[in-house]
């Protein structure tokens, strides 16, 4: 056992989450902020597991076995459909992250699907939020209700098909006056993997999107973005799924995801003229015609490979 094995956490401090978090900053440095901060928040969910039901305090004392267990109670959930598989694989890959992250090996390491389940990666049924007029009335009850900001951020999810973090982090100000010149806004802000930082992701904005562009400049005020000052991301984050559990059932609208599904949907049909597969159930569009918009949305909705875009609009067959 080397001098680090021999302390606490494997040397990060005596807190097993805080740990964790260091590790994975040392890991990816200062230009992934939003991959340390998912990992970690996954983290601590395990962190908590291993507290309560193990006693565990300390990451030395995770092995295999223990990280085995703790996927076996997310598969028991996945099997009670109180997760997705995916969500079930995204909190074990996690761990296998952190681990790997404090130990420099990947001794421990278990496969996510062989424990919780393999995923589908294709849509088979419409995603909530096609209906914009439900998405719109849930944004005027969030606004009634004192919520300005998050009802942006839910309109900008539908409008542009945002993620959370990076319609939270959109600059909405400097935004509207680059949709007004260009007809498009760059993502750049609170991206996945920092690739908003490296890539150009333009994303065109319609008399609809310009609108809801207005409602969050003025919700912005003179702030950066739309997270409130005095609140971290964190904070921010729990308060934004807090609030849309309230109201979203009110509106036949579920996960804050679907809407970039709606968006990626109603995007389809305005490059080829077909419905989505997932609402036609099948593929309508020609080949070619297929291939072209799934390319194109893949890079609007920040994605690398344009596979992926299947979990938002269905297969190609």
Request: net charge positive; glycine share 8%.
């Amino acid at each position: 056992m080397n001098k680090m094995e021999g302390r606490r956490n494997f040397g990060y401090g005596k807190q097993m989450e805080w740990a964790g978090k260091q590790a994975l900053r040392d890991r990816y440095g200062n230009g992934r902020y939003a991959t340390v901060a998912g990992h970690t928040e996954r983290w601590r969910q395990f962190v908590a597991w291993c507290r309560s039901q193990r006693g565990v305090r300390d990451a030395r004392l995770v092995d295999q076995s223990l990280v085995r267990q703790y996927g076996s109670g997310l598969a028991e959930k996945v099997t009670a459909k109180a997760l997705t598989v995916s969500y079930a694989q995204n909190l074990l890959s996690s761990v296998n992250v952190v681990l790997e992250s404090l130990r420099g090996d990947r001794r421990v390491r278990v496969a996510p699907a062989a424990v919780v389940g393999k995923r589908t990666h294709i849509r088979t049924s419409p995603p909530a939020g096609l209906d914009r007029q439900l998405v719109r009335q849930c944004a005027d009850q969030l606004r009634q209700n004192g919520h300005e900001r998050i009802a942006s951020v839910v309109e900008l999810a539908r409008e542009l098909g945002l993620r959370l973090r990076e319609a939270s982090m959109l600059d909405a100000r400097a935004a509207l006056r680059q949709a007004s010149r260009q007809g498009a806004v760059n993502i750049t802000a609170g991206t996945k993997g920092g690739r908003g930082h490296r890539v150009d992701r333009w994303v065109p904005v319609t008399k609809i999107g310009m609108d809801c562009l207005r409602r969050a400049a003025k919700a912005q005020g003179a702030g950066r973005n739309l997270i409130p000052t005095d609140l971290t991301w964190r904070q921010w984050n729990t308060r934004v799924h807090h609030v849309w559990a309230a109201v979203r059932d009110d509106f036949s609208l579920k996960k804050l995801h679907d809407l970039r599904a709606a968006y990626a949907c109603e995007r389809y049909c305005t490059l080829t003229g077909s419905a989505a597969p997932v609402i036609a159930g099948r593929r309508l569009a020609d080949r070619n015609a297929d291939k072209a918009a799934r390319n194109t949305i893949a890079q609007e909705l920040g994605h690398a490979r344009s596979d992926v875009v299947a979990a938002y609009i269905g297969g190609v067959r």
